[in-house]
């Protein structure tokens, strides 16, 4: 079993910044690709960005590219989301999940989900 506990949203301005922390316990923790999706009410979770095991591999989103970067400290079992020029666009509820995809879309099947934190972004 694996824990997954999100902290770090909240209400910013636009052109603001906020980092989203996963704390991450279980089993084997360090050895899982960790991802962070977003959902808006009505619609499916999408992939935001994701991470694999060693930090090496990344994957973002188009619509976030050059302003997110996500990051993992496998000392602390933490994976982060720091989250630049943010905009009322990026306002969702945030999930940190383990990816457990194959092949070239990795990033792209979750398994395990945090409880989510909110980000609202005001214009």
């Known amino acids: 079993q694996v824990q997954l506990v999100e902290s770090g949203g909240g209400l910013v301005q636009a052109g603001g910044s906020l980092r989203l922390s996963c704390a991450v316990s279980?089993?084997?923790?360090?050895?899982?690709?960790m991802g962070w999706r977003r959902q808006a009410p009505g619609k499916e979770r999408e992939v935001v960005a994701a991470?694999?095991?060693?930090?090496?591999?990344?994957y973002y989103a188009d619509s976030v590219k050059g302003r997110f970067t996500i990051s993992r400290d496998n000392a602390k079992n933490t994976v982060y989301l720091q989250m630049n020029s943010l905009q009322p666009e990026d306002t969702d509820v945030y999930y940190c999940n383990v990816a457990i995809g194959i092949g070239s879309r990795w990033y792209d099947a979750s398994g395990y989900w945090g409880q989510g934190t909110q980000v609202t972004v005001s214009s």
């Open positions: 991470i694999n095991w060693s930090g090496g591999t990344t």
């Open positions: 279980g089993r084997t923790s360090s050895t899982y690709a």
